[in-house]
C-alpha cells in the first residue's frame, strides 16, 4: 500500500508564492510518474503539472511560466512551486502517484489534497 501525505497548502494575496509538497511512502518498487490535479468548487479535477522519473515534464496553459514541478527520486517526492499566483488559481490541490508496488503490481495513489486560496 502506498500512501501519500500532502503539505503547504494555505492563503495567500494574488502575485504570491506557494510551494506544495508531496511525499509518497509504502511498498514501493518503483515511481513512475508524479503530478499536481485541483478541483476548484463546482468544477471537474483538472491536471495542473506532470513529471516523469526522467523529468520530462508538462503543464496546463493556464500555468504555464507560473508553475514548476519538480520531483525528488531519492525521497520519493514532488513538489510544485506556484508563483505570481491568481484568484483562478484557488482550489484543492491533490497529488497523484503512478508506478510500481513491491509486488510488481502497478498503483495510482492521491493525496488527500491541500487548498490553496488565493484572494485579490
Known amino acids: 500500500q502506498v500512501q501519500l501525505v500532502e503539505s503547504g497548502g494555505g492563503a495567500v494575496q494574488a502575485g504570491g508564492s506557494l510551494t506544495l509538497s508531496c511525499a509518497a511512502s509504502?511498498?514501493?518498487?518503483?515511481?513512475?510518474?508524479m503530478g499536481w490535479y485541483r478541483q476548484a468548487p463546482g468544477k471537474q479535477r483538472e491536471l495542473v503539472a506532470g513529471?516523469?522519473?526522467?523529468?520530462?515534464?508538462s503543464y496546463a496553459e493556464s500555468v504555464k511560466g507560473r508553475f514548476i514541478i519538480s520531483r525528488d527520486n531519492a525521497k520519493n517526492t514532488v513538489y510544485l512551486q506556484m508563483h505570481s499566483l491568481k484568484p483562478e488559481d484557488t482550489a484543492t490541490y491533490y497529488c497523484?502517484?503512478?508506478?510500481?508496488?513491491?509486488?510488481?503490481?502497478?498503483?495510482?495513489?492521491w493525496g488527500q489534497g491541500t487548498q490553496v486560496t488565493v484572494s485579490s
Open positions: 497523484k502517484v503512478e508506478g510500481f508496488d513491491s509486488n510488481y503490481a502497478p498503483f495510482g495513489s
Open positions: 509504502g511498498s514501493i518498487l518503483r515511481i513512475v510518474a
Open positions: 513529471v516523469t522519473r526522467e523529468d520530462a515534464t
